[in-house]
């Protein structure tokens, strides 16, 4: 959600699997997105981040893509973790924000899509991908340097959609 910056001393990743991002991708050194990109590959939801409510598949196949994109963020910021000591690492994870969009009637027994086999599920694609977020921070706060610090903030929450159709 935001371009590249002459002012900060150090490499940037912008648009790696963003959810709806609002520039391309790019980096800095600009072959750094490249070398990530072949290394780890692409996040399988960068630009098709939605499914079709009413369509089973494409909501199993977002939800793989998440997770996949999950797995491949984390794997990445690993490797850029070790390559420097840093005195600043910062990356955002928009799979839970997607999840919540997607998957809020899997936990919401209230919604109109709400189901016995959503909501008895022990895991459901909303909780799955946040615990699969929790996990992924779990791995980088354990690579951090022992007198860093580990911030977690959520930019904005998810709620049921009050503000047009109904049945989002």
Not at 38 to 49: E, I, K, Q, T
Not at 113 to 131: C, D, E, G, K
Request: charged letters at 15%.
């Amino acid at each position: 959600q935001t371009t590249l910056s002459d002012a900060v001393d150090g490499i940037q990743v912008i648009a790696w699997g963003a959810h709806s991002p609002m520039h391309k991708s790019c980096s800095e050194p600009a072959a750094l997105l490249g070398e990530l990109n072949r290394r780890y590959g692409v996040h399988p939801a960068l630009n098709p981040d939605h499914a079709s409510f009413w369509n089973p598949l494409a909501m199993a196949w977002l939800q793989r893509a998440l997770h996949t994109g999950i797995a491949r963020r984390t794997a990445l910021c690993l490797d850029l973790m070790a390559r420097e000591d840093w005195r600043l690492f910062l990356t955002a994870f928009g799979e839970p924000h997607t999840a919540g969009h997607y998957f809020w009637h899997t936990e919401d027994r209230g919604h109109p899509l709400s189901s016995p086999v959503t909501t008895n599920s022990r895991a459901t694609p909303l909780l799955a991908t946040f615990q699969e977020v929790d996990r992924a921070i779990g791995a980088l706060a354990n690579a951090t340097a022992a007198d860093s610090y580990t911030v977690v903030y959520s930019v904005e929450g998810m709620e049921g959609n009050s503000m047009d159709l109904p049945s989002m």
